[in-house]
């Protein structure tokens, strides 16, 4: 393996972690600022989306010149295509904060449920904790937390259910108007997904170290709703 490859693929791993803990800091940031209808905290979520996207296609380009100068084989080729799909559900995962940051925008001056605020924000550190291990594991290169994130993602999509189930409460009982039942609504949407590409981030892990993606999100979806 030629220098210029381990200089390149440090720089890109080095870069996956920058915007992962960006990330990382940035879902629960973004929530409590709807919450609280911050609008100023969720501007410069939205304005910091350009650069998050800059550094994303930067180590993507540095992928695309290892794979056409070096053509790695093995463990190599394995390394170097997980790292492209870890930038494209960063990005994608990111792009679903600044949605939640547009929320906050269209949110101000709407009163919100209580059972609702505090559900989001559950959400909103439980997608961040399967974040944060996500990039740990890949930092490491540790199969095992890797694996364990598909678990605790279980937890994310239960207290997205009883966010669902809250915002018809809510709604039902003359609590939370039909805007903001809608919008909170998407959010959790966007929360749950977030959860996803963690699991997702998790299955390229996997197979950056043995050559195995393992199911992917329907089919563990699936499994878990047998």
């Known amino acids: ?30 929530a409590l600022a709807l919450l609280a ?16 996207n800059r550094i994303a296609a930067e180590l993507e380009q540095l992928c695309y010149m290892h794979l056409a100068l ?10 170097t295509i997980s790292s492209l799909r870890i930038i494209a559900d960063l990005e994608r995962s990111h792009d679903l904060v600044v949605n939640i940051a547009k929320a906050t925008i269209r949110m101000v001056g709407y009163q ?5 605020s505090k559900l989001v924000g559950e959400m909103a550190r439980q997608a961040a904790f399967e974040f944060k291990h996500a990039i740990e594991a890949y930092q490491k290169k540790d ?18 259910k009883d966010l669902l189930q809250a915002i018809f409460t809510a709604h039902k009982s003359g609590n939370c108007e039909i805007e903001v039942a809608l919008q909170y609504a998407l959010v959790g949407r966007f929360l749950e997904r977030i959860g996803d590409h963690a699991v997702n981030l ?9 050559g195995d993606l393992g199911p992917d999100i ?9």
Do not use: C, W, Y
Request: charged share 30%.
């Open 1 to 30: 393996m030629t220098q210029p490859f381990h200089s390149k693929i440090e720089q890109v791993e080095s870069g996956i972690i920058e915007m992962g803990n960006e990330l990382v800091a940035n879902i629960p940031k973004t």
């Open 70 to 79: 070096q053509k790695p084989n093995g463990p190599e080729l394995r390394r």
């Open 37 to 52: 209808s911050d609008t100023v905290t969720a501007d410069e979520v939205f304005k910091a989306d350009e650069e998050f």
């Open 112 to 116: 919100v449920d209580p059972s609702i």
């Open 143 to 160: 199969e095992t937390l890797a694996r364990s994130i598909v678990t605790t993602d279980s937890v994310l999509d239960a207290t997205h």
């Open 202 to 210: 998790a299955r390229s892990i996997e197979f950056s170290i043995t």
């Open 218 to 226: 329907e089919t563990i979806t699936r499994m878990e709703n047998r």
